[in-house]
């Protein structure tokens, strides 16, 4: 029901734009979020949008660098990755929990309801 796209390998202080398209599920009665678990590393939180769009949150690490959104319109959730560094090499993952919080609300891989399959993104320095 989630479909994440758009990883690949660039460089440092490249950019790069994941999508998540959302299936089967009532698209604006959940919450969204993206994760990421680097090599020998926990998933961890990346940034979070609450179901209307206009409340997001963002992990400190990619903060001023991502830009989180999503498009009622294609059921699709975006992640702007931009200034890329090496460090954040990792497999990301889209996650969605019903809910009409903010976003900071959705920070917990336990509460997501639901998860898709992950993409690469490889940074090189």
């Known amino acids: 029901q989630l479909q994440a796209s758009g990883g690949g390998m660039v460089q440092a202080g490249d950019s790069l734009r994941l999508s998540c398209a959302v299936s089967?599920?009532?698209?604006?009665?959940?919450?969204l979020a993206w994760f990421r678990r680097a090599p020998g590393k926990e998933r961890e939180f990346v940034a979070a949008i609450n179901w209307s769009g206009r409340s997001t949150h963002y992990a400190d690490s990619v903060k001023g660098r991502f830009i989180i959104s999503r498009d009622k319109a294609k059921n699709t959730m975006y992640l702007e990755l931009g200034s890329l560094k090496p460090e954040d090499t990792a497999v990301y993952s889209c996650?969605?929990?019903?809910?009409?919080?903010?976003?900071?609300?959705?920070?917990?891989?336990?509460?997501?309801?639901?998860w898709g399959k992950g993409t690469q993104v490889t940074v090189s320095s």
């Open positions: 996650a969605a929990q019903r809910g009409l919080g903010e976003a900071y609300y959705y920070t917990g891989l336990a509460g997501m309801d639901y």
């Open positions: 089967g599920v009532y698209f604006s009665e959940y919450a």
